[in-house]
């Protein structure tokens, strides 16, 4: 048995094992992690005293939590390499599964084994690798088969809470998956026990983070970050805002206004004025931004549809600024701690060392480190081939039978709600453009798929002394 699977997988077998090499390499020539900005030290100090934050959901903080007693932060980018590759090989075997040649399958699936900034955010200590293979996870049971059962709609459904409490984007992709799995049929138990199911994690966080902050939601931040999407067309003559919020108003042209989200970091942004996420901050920024959406609608769209679309450009353009794109590159590493508070009497360096019981600082070692700054200069996913991705996807769900269609959109829609609900919320980012990638695989080999969702086989059922074969056989 164990030669057979071996001899019908030879080929992604081989490019299973060189895409680990690839890892290896990154891990040998950037010792410990890598550390991103300021969201990697608010994850590590929320998992040193477990307590949420209130810029951004911390459920990343609750799993480097379960692997603080090793004290090793080589430890977590492993796994997270680990995980890099199972989501190829969740993909890899769900388009097997719908009848995709091994070459095929494995051609799909080449670009989440090799993409040079898929290996540098695996690299890093952020939520996002953990997010993208719940996700996929949660897609394969999904889609296994064409009637969803009560236990496996319960732990996908679980799968998808989880993601959603790694990143709040991920709210509102659950009414896109539960949407798609009553239009695919999947069966209406197993539908409802994944919905119920989606609601536990994401219940059981807000609990938390209301003992500890003091509401019932998953952060503070999600008005603020609103309200900063909108400054980029907000014209306040339109909008005719209240004496109450009338501060947060843009005081500069269009055309000469920053990226959405550097509005919150920028010193002299308006809402500074208060306390950073502060459920006020929160709940007035929130108003702003719903009056200036309901108030300008066509101008929302333009510019979230403006922002969508940068994921397809051939070259990473310098969005929300040069030096954040240069974070995503292992070139632009930095070996030094920053000395910003995390916490009160806590500095960013400070909780690092704490959580690495030591040094925690990036190491830089030769020849591995440059050779994966070259490997990043030549290997990674162009723009425009995303944008294929999509469109033969899209293409497989207007042209295929309706069950074959209703397989291929729950892909699609989960890929296109993952480029364009981070443009609607916030900003664009190319860091975010990465979690689409295994969708639009996905809905490009349902495209090609020969057959429908497998339902699996049953025994033959015998009348007197005949056989009679199942329907599914």
């Known amino acids: 048995m164990i030669r057979s699977v071996a001899r019908n997988h030879v080929i992604f077998g081989l490019a299973l094992v060189a895409a680990a090499l690839v890892r290896l390499c990154a891990m040998l020539g950037y010792r410990r992690a890598i550390w991103f900005d300021g969201d990697s030290y608010t994850y590590i100090s929320g998992a040193l005293e477990l307590w949420p934050s209130r810029s951004r959901s911390s459920g990343y903080s609750l799993f480097l939590w379960v692997l603080e007693p090793f004290h090793s932060t080589t430890l977590v980018v492993a796994i997270q390499h680990l995980l890099g590759l199972l989501c190829a090989v969740v993909v890899y075997a769900l388009l097997r599964r719908y009848g995709l040649p091994g070459w095929g399958a494995t051609l799909l699936a080449v670009p989440l084994l090799f993409d040079a900034y898929q290996i540098q955010l695996e690299h890093m200590i952020m939520a996002d690798v953990l997010f993208a293979t719940l ?38 992709l659950l009414v896109v998956v539960v949407a798609c799995l009553l239009l695919r049929r999947a069966g209406w138990r197993g539908v409802v026990a994944a919905a119920v199911a989606m609601v536990v994690p994401l219940g059981a966080y807000a609990t938390w983070y209301r003992a500890e902050q003091g509401s019932f939601a998953l ?70 931004a719903l009056r200036a959406i309901e108030a300008q609608p066509l101008d929302y769209a333009t510019t979230v549809f403006g922002d969508a679309v940068k994921a397809f450009s051939w070259t990473r353009l310098p969005h929300p600024s040069a030096s954040l794109v240069k974070s995503y590159e292992f070139a632009g590493t930095s070996t030094t701690m920053p000395t910003f508070e995390v916490k009160e009497g806590m500095s960013a360096a400070e909780a690092a060392r704490e959580y690495e019981n030591g040094p925690a600082q990036t190491r830089l070692v030769q020849p591995f480190a440059d050779a994966m700054v070259a490997y990043q200069r030549w290997v990674h996913v162009p723009g425009p081939l995303l944008g294929l991705l999509l469109a033969v996807g899209l293409a497989g769900v207007v042209l295929q039978a309706r069950r074959r269609c209703a397989d291929a ?57 005949a056989v009679i074969p199942s329907r599914d056989a």
């Open 409 to 465: 959109l729950l892909a699609l829609a989960s890929g296109l709600a993952l480029l364009v609900l981070p443009a609607m919320t916030a900003d664009f980012d190319h860091r975010y453009v990465l979690m689409v990638l295994p969708f639009a695989v996905l809905a490009t080999g349902f495209a090609f798929s020969r057959t429908r969702a497998p339902v699996g086989r049953r025994r033959p059922r015998l009348v007197g002394q």
């Open 219 to 288: 952060s503070s931040a999600d008005g603020t970050f609103l309200w900063a999407r909108t400054m980029t067309f907000a014209d306040c003559s339109e909008i005719r805002p209240p004496a109450a919020v009338r501060w947060l108003c843009p005081t500069v042209p269009v055309d000469q206004r920053i990226a959405a989200s550097r509005y919150i970091w920028t010193p002299g942004s308006p809402v500074r004025r208060l306390p950073m996420f502060s459920d006020e901050a929160n709940d007035l920024t929130r108003q702003f």
């Open 135 to 172: 996700l996929v996870v949660a897609a394969a049971i999904l889609l296994w088969r064409r009637v969803l059962t009560v236990p496996w709609g319960v732990t996908a459904g679980l799968l998808l809470g989880c993601a959603a409490v790694m990143r709040t984007v991920g709210v509102p």
